[in-house]
């Protein structure tokens, strides 16, 4: 069976994405998403990793993945899945959070899997009413986004964040970060991150991975991804100019990263 994916725009707004896909071959190696996203497998199971435990997301349950949180997903015995997605960018969805918390002071969040078929029918109905070009900013939608992400948000729980044993500090991983955002067009080597933490290549590439679960470059990798993506929603720059804004400078390179993390070639998203 062939693998079928499709995105959608929002008509209104290009911090909502939304995709489809059919899944028989395409596993989602480790990585994160700059964005929110909210999962719904309407056929078959995706058996899906994070935070050290494995579970099966099908239907009637609902996958939550906040920025920054490392997870997986492939198909489950063998069987192909459909899946629904909901990315959506904190920019969009920072003032439900605010409202819906009311505090305006920064959250941090772990990744959830919700068990709520009703919730997951009325997600599966609001994905296909703006999937069909129904405005984020009509009364209805808007009432639906309400009533679906106050549950949904408090089931992540608010964390702290926790430094893992024998990983980076969270002053070193704040560096680490905030160093690659911004030097993302250029060329980041590991001896260049290893030396912000004062720590040697090895020590560093040790204490990253604690930390993230990944390797440095998988990590790099996936933040240029991210931000090609975010780039191509807001730009009308082509993909040579996206490829390069992000640090890859072979756009032959480019184009196979992000297929074999999006599934399809970047002139398709």
């Known amino acids: 069976m062939t693998d079928q994916v499709e995105y959608h725009r929002s008509t209104d707004t290009p911090d909502l994405v939304l995709s489809e896909g059919l899944y028989s071959e395409h596993r989602f190696e480790p ?12 056929e078959g199971v995706q058996k899906q990793r994070f935070q050290g435990s494995s579970v099966l997301l099908g239907p009637g349950r609902i996958s939550i993945m906040p920025p920054g949180e490392i997870h997986d997903g492939v198909r489950h015995q063998d069987n192909a899945y459909r899946l629904k997605t909901f990315r959506i960018a904190p920019e969009l969805i920072g003032g439900y959070l605010s409202e819906i918390y009311d505090t305006d002071r920064e959250l941090h969040f772990g990744g959830a899997m919700v068990e709520n078929p009703q919730l997951a029918n009325r997600l599966m109905g609001l994905f296909s009413q703006i999937q069909q070009g129904e405005s984020v900013s009509t009364l209805s939608v808007e009432q639906s986004w309400f009533h679906l992400l106050a549950p949904l948000l408090s089931e992540l729980g608010l964390n702290a964040p926790v430094e893992s044993r024998g990983g980076l500090s969270e002053k070193h991983w704040s560096w680490v970060r905030d160093y690659c955002h911004a030097h993302l067009a250029e060329k980041i080597v ?3 991150l290893a030396a912000l933490c004062g720590l040697s290549r090895y020590q560093f590439l040790r204490r990253f991975e604690k930390t993230t679960g990944v390797t440095p470059h998988a990590w790099l990798t996936r933040l240029r991804l991210e931000h ?5 929603r807001h730009s009308n720059s082509s993909i040579a100019e996206v490829a390069s804004d992000v640090g890859f400078y072979d756009q032959s390179h480019f184009n196979r990263a992000f297929r074999q993390a999006y599934g399809v070639p970047p002139s398709r998203y």
């Open 190 to 192: 590991l001896e260049q």
């Open 228 to 232: 090609a993506c975010r780039l191509m």
């Open 31 to 42: 990585h994160y998403h700059i964005d929110y996203h909210i999962g719904l497998v309407v």
